[in-house]
Structures are given as C-alpha cells and as structure tokens.
T-cell receptor
Framework: SQTIHQWPATLVQPVGSPLSLECTVEGTSNPNLYWYRQAAGRGLQLLFYSVGIGQISSEVPQNLSASRPQDRQFILSSKKLLLSDSGFYLC??????????FGPGTRLTVT | TQLLEQSPQFLSIQEGENLTVYCNSSSVFSSLQWYRQEPGEGPVLLVTVVTGGEVKKLKRLTFQFGDARKDSSLHITAAQPGDTGLYLCAGVTYSGGGADGLTFGKGTHLIIQP
C-alpha cells in the first residue's frame, strides 16, 4: 500500500530564516506530487505541482520554491521566511490527476 | 479557472440530526471527490463520483453527483460527534491535453454537538 510522509510535523521559525519541508511517498512510482498551503480554517491553496523529477510548476508567485530531486521526494523551500508564510502545509500525490492522497501536514509558525 | 462554492461555510447541529452540505459550480466536472479533514491532519478521501446522477453511500453518508455534473451534495443521517470536521469537495476537469488537476472548494466546517 502507498504511504506519504511529511516532516517536520511542526516548525517555529523566525522571520528571515530559511525553510525546508520534505515529503516522501512510498509504494508507488512516478506519482504526481503537490504542495498546498492551508490558512487557519480555510480551504487549500495549491502552491506547486510536479509530474516528474526536476519538473516543477508554480501556481502562486511568492518567496517559496519547490524541488523534486528524486521520483518520490518533494521539497518545499524558502531562503527567507515572511510572517505571511505561516500556515499548514500539505503534500499530496496522485497517479491520474484524480483522487489525491494527503500527508499528515506540517504546521509552520513564523515569528 | 473553475470555482467550487461550498455551502454552508459553517454548520453546528446536535447529535442525531440530519444535515446536507452542498458543492456547486458553473463548470462541468468529469469527476468529483469529497474529503474530510480533522484539525491538525491532512484531508482523507471519502468518495469519488463520476456519473451524472450517481449516488454513493458510505454508512450514514450519502453523496450525490448532479445530473449535469456541475454540483454535488453530501447528506449525513443521524450525525455523530465523530462526523465533526472540515468537508472539502474537489472537482476534476479534462482538457484536450489531459486532466487539469483538482479544484478544491473552501470547505464546510461541521460541528456535531453531543
């Protein structure tokens, strides 16, 4: 069966510090991978998606970036965090752009 | 950009009551999914509906896809405190180049009070 992992689970970082969130998928190959951000009590905002190694599409211009160094690894990064980057970050995967399966999420607080 | 409107945005009812939440769009979707998300966790897929008019049941939850595949509803019978959560709908559209990915609604916050 497939599983998706995210770490860290929670993170508190000062403004201006760098960020690296990691997502890995097990039990499948060549998945589509997604990063979403969810503000408190709100819906999902798609940040990035990837259909293959090194292929990244950005949905929202911002100070975040994403990379896919391996088939089942997706990384979300920032060189300098802003207060507005606080939120709940979710990684998801799918095989045919239909049903998506989400990781447990990372709660990021920028202070 | 396709938009999915979910209503109501918030709903708080007593245990044992019935409820219906809605997901509406002006766009036609090839399929539609419903997810439930509990605080601090990722959304969990509940069901996928594909055919216009399709009805699927998951214990006390009944999901319906509109005939024109532009809307969907989720009906819960005899709600339980364990049904509390954020319910998200997401639709898939297909263009000539393939699937365009999922479009998510903003969700319905459901609270079932014991």
């Amino acid at each position: 069966s497939q599983t998706i992992h995210q770490w860290p689970a929670t993170l508190v970082q000062p403004v201006g510090s760098p960020l690296s969130l990691e997502c890995t998928v097990e039990g499948t190959s060549n998945p589509n991978l997604y990063w979403y951000r969810q503000a408190a009590g709100r819906g999902l905002q798609l940040l990035f998606y990837s259909v293959g190694i090194g292929q990244i599409s950005s949905e929202v211009p911002q100070n975040l970036s994403a990379s896919r160094p391996q088939d089942r690894q997706f990384i979300l990064s920032s060189k300098k965090l802003l207060l507005s980057d606080s939120g709940f970050y979710l990684c998801a995967w799918d095989r045919d752009n239909r049903e998506q399966y989400f990781g447990p999420g990372t709660r990021l607080t920028v202070t | 950009t396709q938009l999915l409107e979910q209503s109501p945005q918030f709903l708080s009812i007593q245990e044992g009551e019935n409820l219906t939440v809605y997901c509406n769009s002006s766009s036609v979707f090839s399929s539609l999914q419903w997810y439930r998300q509990e605080p601090g966790e990722g959304p969990v897929l509940l069901v996928t509906v594909v055919t216009g008019g399709e009805v699927k049941k998951l214990k006390r939850l009944t999901f319906q896809f509109g005939d024109a595949r532009k809307d969907s509803s989720l009906h819960i019978t005899a709600a339980q405190p364990g049904d509390t959560g954020l319910y998200l709908c997401a639709g898939v559209t297909y263009s000539g180049g393939g699937a365009d990915g999922l479009t998510f609604g903003k969700g319905t916050h459901l609270i079932i009070q014991p």
